[in-house]
């Protein structure tokens, strides 16, 4: 009989819980814990998002002092909104994009059938067995035509280059909280 261990599909509650799947999922080192504490700081160091965008707080910076400071400041108080911005672009690319959606789907289900057979017994190739990141090399050269096919590249510079319009337009004119303008008053010498 099949170990029940290698089918997290199975109907057995009590063959492979959440936290089980995750972790066999996800390569070594990543597991569902990490990205889930990682997620709640993201949230926890959240700027409100009424006030990320005021329009009242927009202005032309001054100078182009003025601006770095801003985009510094700005880069440092709002990172993690900042972060979920990138992350919307991402799944809005994703989900506009049907070929995309399929070869994301082919690496994910060539990936998990390398990790199944990999559970079954070792992976060896040409007499050396294969860890996992070997495997996930694997699962993206196979997928590596679907990817080009679906126009990846295109959408991987798109997602860079609305990232970088929106948080980089963010950055550059909202100007800094009162606080922040505190710290960088230099006292008279």
Known sequence: MESKMSDPFSSDSEALPAAGIM?????????????????????????PWAGFVDQRKFSKPKNFGDLCQRVVRNLDTYHSNYTFIFLGLILYCIISSPMLLIALAVF?????????KSLESK?????????????????GAVSLPVFWLAGAGAAVF????????????????????????????????
Not at 169 to 188: I, N, Q, V
Request: glycine share 10%.
């Open 158 to 189: 798109w997602v860079l280059g609305a990232t970088l319009a929106v948080i980089g337009t963010h950055a550059a004119f909202r100007e800094l909280e009162s606080s922040d303008m505190e710290e960088l008053l230099m006292e008279p010498v």
């Open 23 to 47: 972790a066999r999922l996800l390569p070594k080192g990543l597991s569902g814990t990490v990205l889930k504490d990682w997620m709640d700081r993201r949230r926890k160091s959240i700027r």
């Open 123 to 139: 992976l060896v190739v040409f007499g050396r067995e294969l860890t996992q990141g070997h495997q996930l090399g694997l699962a």
């Open 108 to 116: 994910a289900g060539a990936f998990y059938i390398i990790h199944l």
